[in-house]
């Protein structure tokens, strides 16, 4: 259900008496009703007599809805134990000490066992009701190796496992992996340093990735929103220990696992389609499953286009941005997914994107304009600390501006993300008894409490208030980018010059 | 929403007109109104009208040129339709003067929607809002360069801030020059799109203006608004920035790339600038204020 899972025990009966029959009881839905022919043909084709006989498989407890492929592999070993072809260790027939063991997994019809979603979730429960070893696929397997004290046997294909428990070739199981050496370098697309002027941008996105703020880009087509937003998770600090665990808790579940693949490293880095239903974004189904918001946890949501997602799917963001946590709730039942991310938008400043470029003429009419920019819903951009325009390069004046002897790279994506790294330390002691990581969470309490301007930066607020017609939101806005850089720079208050840049980064009115 | 409903439209017959506007032809038959009509408001007005598609730079110069009108006491007669019109009603709203919308649809439509409120403040403010048509006809393609013929008439000058090749706001003009009223217009770069109808004008008869005083001064004012000298005391770099930017208008990219300062310290520089009320910013184009 949602991200917890539940033991289900397979029990199965092979009657000796009665017409020959294979059932499945305990509200199996099809796929699960299909295993009875996937397990058939695998037992089969794997050399098993299979026995004309009365089987009975019941999924207990028998009142929940069952899904999914992952019980085949149970249901054969039920059958395997059942006709005497192998002898569990566990079976209470052989009078020992109840030893519980999980099979997980599904089967393909030569015996094989394919890649199965879920696998870390089941470690994950193996570990809590203290059971010692599972079987799961082996391309799934690594999955289950992060969770420590559970051994977790790679199974190949029925064949293996039978050999296995016949005691002629023994599966060895994994070693836990080491957590902390999975959770390397994340490679990213794009380095910053390839991104072509923009510095402005650049330098957003850096106090955007140290704060945790959210982040709207607004520019015409072909100005590099995507490819800055895309270089974004490079100089994101890396994902803690318990960060990479509830990621990939999220992962395993929606099957976004590659078959192999164990632990998730990098920080995720979503960029839904615009045309991605409500459902598809926040989480839903009539079986509750994460949406986008909950795959970009501790990541980056990026959505570009922000102006062309529907009203309604925008608005739906506004309380997972509020408490980084959606609660979905359906027939069956509510469930809660982790959905803490920074919200990365990116549009166009009208519907033919030319709006104000140097070169081309804009070729819409004013209250189309005016339509396209309302549908940014107010409330979110609310949420939205920083705003930026990513303007039109124009290469050649790229290419004249810089004076041989003195050029300045840019900085690489490594170097801004030391910067990130320190800053974020700096807040985490801060903002420690908070119970909040980022000056990007900080609500009006903390930032009276955690944000001192000095008294020059305190009249340049106000007049900049007065000038610039800064809403009470907006004034906190500032403040808050404000600290950001005050702790990107290493200070301990706020000065003027921290506000002075912090402004150029203030929500416009559109 | 919708609030300027609750004043009541008024009729004025061909003899209670200004003399402006008795004479201008086509013959305008009645006049329907909302607000306190008042003769003496008609006795120093400005036509000033512009392009719908306002850019930054028209969007300047109508909010100085207003300012400096409605501060010597003119008041503004406009179009009402978005851009250069929107942007002169408010100017002179946000200045404390009289406005009168001369609307190109009846008094109950209201084109453009979005102009709901600007609608009511003008009638707030004491200004007027009317319209030759009667209050339901809608608007159409036809109705606004008819209309134009009153907003010459009702005025003793007309000033085109920004015009396309075939703007409206040229139609204007050929009115006010048929009625032998004043066409200023204000110049633009040969380049601009927005800026080919005004110097299209000023080629054909129009009176070239670059400040309030050159308005004032066509119109014989004698009350000149003096130009208020700024004592402002600028930093090295603060000089640098501006140098640049009286140049030409750009980014705070390129002005980083220029000055080979670290984009932090130009973000600093900017804001100090802006806050002194120097440099304007659109879009994330910096550029020098008026």
Redesign the interface.
């Known amino acids: 259900m949602g991200l917890t899972a539940i033991e289900i025990e397979v029990e199965v009966n092979v009657a000796a008496k009665g017409f020959p029959g294979f059932h499945i009881v305990g509200l199996p839905t099809k796929a699960v009703e299909e295993a009875k022919e996937r397990v058939r043909t695998a037992l089969v084709n794997t050399g098993i007599d299979f026995p004309q006989k009365k089987i009975v498989v019941n999924l207990a407890p028998a009142d929940i809805p069952k899904e999914g492929s992952a019980y085949d592999l149970a249901i054969a070993v039920g059958i395997l134990a059942a006709i005497g072809k192998i002898v569990l260790p566990a079976s209470p027939s052989q009078g020992g000490p109840e030893k519980k063991i999980y099979f997980y997994g599904e089967v393909g019809l030569d015996g094989g066992l394919r890649h199965t979603r879920g696998v870390f979730l089941l470690a994950s429960l193996a570990h809590e009701k203290g059971v010692k070893e599972i079987f799961v696929p082996k391309l799934s397997a690594n999955e289950a190796s992060v969770v420590e004290g559970v051994k977790s046997y790679p199974v190949n294909s029925l064949r293996q496992l039978i050999r296995h428990f016949q005691g002629e070739k023994k599966i060895l199981a994994l070693k836990n992996l080491d957590k902390n050496r999975l959770i390397e370098e994340a490679e990213v697309d794009f380095d910053f340093k390839e991104v072509m002027g923009q510095e402005q941008a650049k330098r957003a996105l850096e106090i955007a990735a140290a704060g945790g703020h959210n982040v709207l880009m607004i520019g015409p087509p072909g100005s590099g929103k995507t490819m800055l937003a895309r270089a974004l998770p490079g100089i994101l600090p890396e994902l803690l220990e318990e960060e990479a665990l509830e990621v990939t808790k999220i992962y395993s579940v929606t099957g976004n696992i590659e078959p192999g693949g164990g632990l998730v490293r990098r920080r995720p880095f979503r960029s839904p389609h615009h045309t991605t239903s409500r459902m598809g974004l926040i989480g839903g189904g009539t079986k509750p499953m994460p949406g986008e918001i909950s795959l970009a946890h501790r990541g980056v949501l990026f959505l570009d286009e922000f102006a062309e997602y529907p009203r309604t799917t925008l608005e739906a963001l506004r309380q997972p941005l509020e408490d980084g946590v959606v609660t979905v709730v359906r027939v069956a039942g509510a469930v809660k997914f982790p959905a803490s991310f920074m919200l990365v938008a990116a549009s166009n400043p009208c519907p033919c994107g030319y709006l104000n470029h140097p070169k081309k003429p804009c070729i819409c009419l004013p209250g189309q304009v005016l339509n396209y920019q309302k549908r940014m819903s107010g409330p979110i951009l609310d949420r939205i600390d920083i705003h930026i325009n990513v303007p039109f390069v124009e290469v050649e004046k790229l290419k004249q501006s810089i004076p041989t002897s003195q050029v300045k790279s840019s900085d690489t994506s490594e170097v801004v993300r030391g910067r990130v790294v320190a800053a974020r330390k700096i807040q985490e002691k801060r903002l420690k008894n908070d119970h909040i990581f980022t000056n990007g969470e900080m609500r009006n309490k903390q930032i009276k409490k955690f944000c001192h301007l000095s008294e020059d930066a305190e009249r340049l607020l106000q007049t900049a208030a007065d000038k610039f017609q800064l809403s009470a939101r907006s004034y906190f806005r500032v403040i808050k980018i404000s600290r950001t850089i005050a702790d990107l720079a290493g200070a301990e208050g706020i000065g003027y010059n921290h506000v002075a840049e912090a402004l150029q980064y203030r929500v416009r009115n559109l | 929403m919708r609030e300027w409903k609750q004043w009541e439209i008024k009729q004025l017959e061909c003899k209670d007109f200004p003399d402006g506007l008795k004479r201008v032809r086509p013959k305008v038959k009645q006049l329907f109104y909302r607000g306190e009509w008042d003769k003496d408001l008609f006795k120093k007005a400005v036509a000033v009208v512009g392009s719908?598609?306002i850019t930054?730079y028209g969007r300047m110069v109508t909010e100085m040129m207003v300012r400096g009108l409605t501060e010597a006491g003119y008041m503004i007669v406009s179009g009402f339709m978005?851009?250069v019109d929107t942007q002169a009603h408010k100017t002179c709203l946000e200045n404390k003067g009289k406005t009168v919308a001369v609307l190109g649809c009846g008094l109950d439509c209201l084109t453009?929607?979005?102009n709901d409120g600007l609608y009511t403040k003008i009638l707030e403010s004491g200004g007027l809002v009317v319209s030759e048509f009667e209050p339901k006809q809608g608007a159409k393609l036809w109705t606004f360069p008819y209309r134009n013929r009153i907003v010459a008439g009702l005025s003793q000058a007309v000033l085109v801030v920004e015009a396309g090749e075939n703007s409206g706001s040229l139609v204007t003009a050929r009115w006010a020059f048929q009625q032998k009223k004043k066409v200023l217009a204000v110049p633009g770069m040969i380049t601009a799109?927005l800026s080919k109808g005004t110097n299209w004008l000023i080629r054909n008869g129009a009176s070239l203006v670059t400040s309030t005083n050159d308005v004032l001064t066509t119109l014989g004012d004698i009350n000149r608004v003096e130009p208020q000298v700024r004592f402002l005391r600028l930093s090295g770099e603060e000089k640098e920035v501006m140098e640049l930017l009286k140049r030409e208008e750009m980014?705070?990219?390129?002005l980083?790339?220029?000055l080979?300062q670290p984009?932090?310290q130009i973000?600093?520089l900017?804001?100090?600038l802006?806050?002194k009320?120097l440099v304007e910013e659109?879009?994330?184009?910096f550029m020098v204020g008026f």
């Not at chain 2, 980014?251 to 390129?254: F, L, Q």
């Not at chain 2, 659109?282 to 184009?285: A, D, L, T, V």
């Open positions: 719908r598609r930054h978005y851009g453009p929607a979005e799109s980014e705070a990219d390129e980083a790339r220029k080979n984009i932090a973000n600093i900017l804001s100090k802006c806050l009320g659109n879009n994330g184009r």
